[in-house]
């Protein structure tokens, strides 16, 4: 079943309450932090892979912020519904989710995006998560 909200996500179990978890989550706002530092100069060769990483830094804070809120959530799409329905963020719900899309297309299907593309992805990756530390801030 391809859910379409987080109340689903939560009916079919791809979503479930666990106690909060902050130990779990400042570990991996920790990685998210090192896998950006670690990230290189983008190209046209590379720009892709580097996107792929701050993409991963996005779920790695997006898992975070779940795990803060006491839920252990397993899958990309389930995310993005976090966001959307559980936080209140249909801002940051679109962006995700033209990421993930983004993301999905390049790991599935073998669609490399174009140079602009590309950057522009990174560049939304950055705005998302420095959206997302102002939550875990809080």
Not at 24 to 38: P, Y
Not at 87 to 100: A, M, Q, S
Not at 104 to 129: Q, S
Request: with cysteine.
């Amino acid at each position: 079943m391809k859910e379409s909200s987080w109340k689903e996500c939560i009916e079919s179990g791809n979503s479930r309450t666990i106690t909060p978890d902050i130990l779990r989550a400042e570990s991996l706002i920790e990685v998210s932090a090192d896998r950006i530092k670690s990230a290189s100069a983008i190209n046209g060769k590379n720009c892709n892979f580097v996107f792929e990483d701050y993409y991963t830094s996005t779920l790695e804070l997006i898992q975070a912020l779940a795990l803060i809120n006491g839920f252990k959530v397993s899958n990309h799409l389930c995310l993005g519904f976090f966001l959307r329905d559980f936080l209140k963020r249909e801002d940051l719900f679109r962006i995700f989710d033209d990421l993930r899309y983004k993301r999905n297309m390049l790991t599935y299907y073998g669609k490399r995006m174009e140079f602009e593309v590309c950057r522009e992805a990174i560049n939304k990756c950055k705005d998302l998560i420095k959206k997302l530390k102002e939550l875990l801030k809080r």
